[in-house]
């Protein structure tokens, strides 16, 4: 793996994928919406009771499925049978993505480390080995970063993290992670910090000192781009209708007079849902 973050620095990080609210988060038809774009993809993995990566963001299910239980103490194939927000749509499996996406588009893949995650990040490794694409890790949690370096070395990598405050977790654990106090563990290549945490002089000095790369998550408003523009070096967003208002915006932190194409309309047909993309929303 080379080290490369060229990606990140150039066009927008679609968060779990290109998704509204007719197409769902971290679904195929989100993905597929983000790779006509030329978006990169931001994705969240966890394991089934039975040790299978998924693709789903929440520790339960509850929000999108209605399924009450964690993610991690459901066996795949009960959730397999599950779907997203009304939708024909299952919850993808790390590998049925990378397969998915072949390379079309680089990846951002967020390791969840949560209770029944153990082995999280070789059977994440293991997936992502061989993978031809574009690809970098990231975590709220530094020792998970460590581990992955031990698998590989070279891998790029990002520590995830925020001010917290509207996080519910221990108190010990919003500690460890919030404003990246453990950072010195994970020696991470860039920093992921959420844009309403900022300003914040320690990921100034990571900025400004150690040269570090911030990303600014997650964007979805014009005053958030504004904030993005002053603090940070990529964005990661959300919200399809979000992208078609603020183009110009979007195109003015990347330092592009146009960089979206006059692309039709995606419905999605082949992945089973029609999707609410509105018209000339393709990026270049």
């Known amino acids: 793996m080379i080290k490369n973050n060229d990606w990140m620095l150039k066009k927008p990080i679609a968060h779990r994928g290109l998704h509204d609210d007719a197409v769902p988060e971290n679904s195929m038809p989100a993905y597929e919406a983000a790779i006509a774009a030329g978006l990169p993809i931001e994705i969240d993995v966890q394991l ?10 929440d520790d339960f299910l509850l929000r999108l499925t209605g399924h009450k239980k964690r993610v991690t103490r459901t066996k795949f194939e009960a959730l397999r049978k599950l779907r997203l927000s009304g939708t024909e749509q299952g919850i993808p499996t790390l590998e049925e993505f990378l397969e998915f996406v072949a390379g079309r588009v680089p990846i951002l893949v967020e390791i969840k480390k949560n209770k029944g995650s153990r082995g999280i990040e070789r059977i994440s490794m293991d997936a992502l080995k061989g993978y031809g694409g574009e690809f970098a890790i990231q975590s709220f949690h530094p020792i998970a970063i460590r581990k992955v370096r031990k698998l590989d070395p070279e891998m790029y990598c990002g520590l995830l993290s925020s001010k917290m405050t509207d996080m519910k977790l221990l108190y010990i654990k919003k500690a460890a992670v919030k404003n990246a106090r453990l950072f010195f563990m994970a020696k991470p290549d860039f920093v ?5 945490s900022f300003p914040n002089d320690r990921i100034k000095r990571f900025r400004e000192e150690l040269k570090l790369p911030i990303l600014g998550w997650t964007i979805r408003s014009k005053e958030d781009i504004d904030r ?3 603090y940070c070096d990529g964005i990661i967003f959300e919200n399809i209708e979000n992208l078609k208002a603020h183009l110009k915006s979007i195109g003015e932190f990347f330092g592009a007079d146009k960089w979206f194409s006059e692309g039709p309309d995606q419905d999605n047909d082949a992945a089973g849902t029609k999707s609410a ?3 000339n929303a393709g990026l270049l």
């Open 277 to 279: 993309i509105p018209p």
């Open 228 to 230: 993005a523009r002053e």
């Open 192 to 196: 992921s910090f959420e844009i309403n």
């Open 48 to 57: 089934t009771k039975d040790k299978v990566p998924v693709l789903y963001h």
